[in-house]
């Protein structure tokens, strides 16, 4: 799966060589380096996880007319949207064929209010044909509407507890062995895999450069390879505002915490600066899911060679 990558902030005292700018005609030093940080509770239930949708919904194994298998990939933006394509069949009866083969087109959103339960809802289209076995076949599409939310796992092996489930509105067109012309099927019970809707935990890491304006206060500039952000430094606390880039935009979040010393070596030189060493994300949101309260058990920061 796929994690996360944001960033806190710096202000670095260098201990025997540290230039702090205090004179307008002096430039400015900047400090730079590496911050990373690892969620507290990484437990599937947290609030401070999200879901990342790559895959579509099946019918639960062993059910029939019709056994939905599909191989879609879908991705997930910053702001929640999912898009997909794929392959999916479906299989009537225990002993295809016949059955039905589609190209598929998925479009949706997974989203929350940071009040209720994550909800998933996609539309998916296809177009194929049907199968009979004999050399022949017909022509045949499909549209299907479905909403889930997170369910307990009915693989109790497995190590994660939810997975997304739901109904599904599903319309087949053409010739099949549920009807001559197209047959409806309002409610047919859906599950995403775990392999096909990922529950993340939120882990940051990011690059900063950052200049001390006083020796309470300064400014960060905050990097990662999707994202970008501003900071400030006061008081021996720090905030950080985040915001994705590319596929990951409509992602923001805001992380606050405290301040420390750290050591680390420069050939034979030993530094001392100040970066954070506790974070906890106040409010935010990622891949349109709102998260609230999450804290960091650890987190570290070191020198940019």
């Known amino acids: 799966m ?4 944001v960033s806190m902030l710096a202000l670095a005292v260098l201990v025997g060589g540290a230039v702090l700018a205090s004179a307008s005609s002096t430039p400015i030093i900047y400090t730079t380096y590496s911050v990373s940080a690892t969620e507290t509770n990484a437990n599937p239930v947290a609030t401070s ?8 919904p099946t019918t639960p194994s062993g059910t029939y007319n019709p056994e939905v298998f599909n191989s879609v990939d879908c991705q997930t933006d910053g702001s929640g949207e999912i898009v997909g394509a794929g392959g999916v069949e479906f299989a009537f009866g225990t002993n295809p064929p016949p059955y039905s ?3 598929t087109s998925v479009s949706g ?7 209720g339960s994550t909800t998933v809802s996609l539309q998916i289209k296809g177009t194929g044909m049907t199968v009979t076995g004999d050399g022949t076949g017909q022509p045949a599409s499909y549209t299907l509407k479905f909403t889930g939310t997170p369910v307990p796992n009915p693989d109790t092996n497995s190590s994660q507890p939810l997975i997304i489930g739901g109904t599904a509105s599903v319309t087949i067109k053409g010739t099949t062995p549920l009807g001559a012309k197209s047959y409806t099927i309002k409610s047919l019970p859906m599950t995403m895999s775990v392999d096909a ?3 993340n ?4 890491n990011a690059d900063v450069l950052q200049n ?3 020796t309470s206060s300064g400014t960060m500039q905050i990097f990662g390879d999707s994202f970008t952000g501003k900071g400030t430094i006061k008081s021996g606390t720090y905030t950080a505002s985040i915001k994705g880039v590319g596929s990951d935009s409509g992602q923001t979040v805001t992380v606050q915490g405290t301040m420390g010393v750290y050591t680390n070596s420069i050939g034979t030189n030993v530094v001392l600066f100040t970066a954070p060493t506790t974070a906890g994300i106040t409010k935010g949101k990622i891949k349109g899911q709102t998260l609230t309260g999450v804290a ?7 020198l940019l060679p």
């Open 212 to 214: 001390i304006k006083s």
């Open 296 to 302: 960091f058990t650890r987190v570290t920061a070191n």
């Open 197 to 199: 809707a990922t529950l």
């Open 49 to 56: 996880s999200y879901w990342n949708i790559s895959g579509t």
């Open 109 to 115: 959103k997974v989203s929350n209010s940071g009040k």
């Open 2 to 5: 796929k994690k996360i990558k």
């Open 201 to 204: 935990s939120v882990n940051f």
């Open 101 to 103: 083969v589609f190209t």
